[in-house]
C-alpha cells in the first residue's frame, strides 16, 4: 500500500515563537503514524541559529519522538542517510533564497524529494513553509515582497504571514491584478495548510480566529476561499 504524501505549511507561529506549547507540532508528529516518529530540524534559512535550534528541543523534547537537527554551517553529515531515516521534517523560518541555494549546492532539494515521494512528512513554517510549493512569497530581499521559484513539489503559490505583516494582502493583490499567478495559498499566523497527495487541502487552526485560504481575483476583487477547518485548540 502507497504511503500518503503530506505538506504541512505553517504562515506563522510554532516552537519559534511559542517554544514548549507544541500544538502544530503534535498535530504534525501524528500524521507520520508512528508511535515514536524521528523528525529532524533544518535551519539553514537562519544560517543554523543555535537559540532556534533551543525552541526545537524544548518543544520536540516534550513530545513523543526523536528531534534531531540538521547542520549545514558545521561538519554536514551523510543526508541521505539522515533524511531517509526520518519520518518527518521540520524547515525553519528565514531566508528563502539562501536555504535553497545551499540546499541545491549539496543536492538536499533532490534527497527532501525523494523522501516525499516515500511517504516522509514535510512541514515548516514561513521560509520552510514556501519552499514545498512551485512559488512563493518572499522577504529574502530587504526591498519588497518577491516572487521566486521553490522546489515545485506543489504546484502553485504560497504566502506565509498572510494575516501577521500588513504589506503580504496588497502583494498578494498586485501579483494577482498583474497575472503574474493566478491564484495564491496563504496561510495566518497561528494557521497551517496541510496538503495530502497533493490535491487535498485542509487549514489547520493552532490559534483562534486564523484560518488558510485559496485567494484568487474576481472582477478585480480579491476572493479569500478558506479550505475546511482542522481545529487544534
Avoid at 541559529?49 to 547542520?71: G, I, M, R, W
Avoid at 558545521?74 to 519520518?87: A, C, E, H, M, S
Avoid at 518577491?146 to 501579483?175: A, Q, S, W
Avoid at 491564484?183 to 499566523?189: I, K, L
Wanted: aromatic residues 12%; charged residues 25%.
Amino acid at each position: 500500500m502507497a504511503k500518503s504524501r503530506n505538506i504541512i505549511a505553517i504562515g506563522g507561529g510554532g516552537f519559534g515563537v511559542s517554544p514548549g506549547q507544541g500544538i502544530i507540532e503534535e498535530y504534525i508528529l501524528k500524521q507520520t503514524k508512528k508511535k515514536n516518529p524521528k523528525i529532524c530540524f533544518i535551519p539553514t534559512a537562519t544560517g543554523d541559529n543555535e537559540a532556534y535550534k533551543v525552541n526545537f528541543y524544548s518543544t520536540f523534547t516534550n513530545l513523543n519522538c526523536q528531534p534531531s537537527h540538521l547542520d549545514f554551517f558545521k561538519r554536514t553529515p551523510d543526508l541521505n542517510r539522515l533524511i531517509f531515516d526520518q519520518d518527518a521534517i521540520f524547515v525553519g523560518g528565514g531566508n528563502t533564497k539562501s536555504m535553497l541555494a545551499v540546499w541545491k549546492e549539496w543536492g538536499l532539494d533532490k534527497i527532501l524529494r525523494k523522501a516525499y515521494q516515500k511517504g516522509v512528512v514535510m512541514s515548516g513554517v514561513s521560509a520552510g513553509a514556501i519552499c514545498w510549493f512551485k512559488n512563493g512569497v518572499t522577504d529574502s530581499w530587504s526591498s519588497s515582497l518577491k516572487l521566486m521559484p521553490c522546489l515545485n513539489f506543489i504546484k502553485g503559490t504560497f504566502c506565509p504571514h498572510y494575516d501577521e505583516e500588513p504589506e503580504r494582502k496588497p502583494t498578494v493583490r498586485k501579483f494577482l491584478m498583474n497575472e503574474k499567478v493566478k491564484n495564491v495559498y496563504a496561510a495566518d499566523g497561528g494557521a497551517a495548510l496541510h496538503v495530502k497527495n497533493e490535491q487535498n487541502f485542509t487549514a489547520v487552526v493552532f490559534k483562534k480566529d486564523k484560518s488558510s485560504y485559496l485567494v484568487t481575483l474576481e472582477d478585480k476583487n480579491i476572493v479569500e476561499k478558506s479550505f475546511k477547518k482542522k481545529i487544534l485548540i
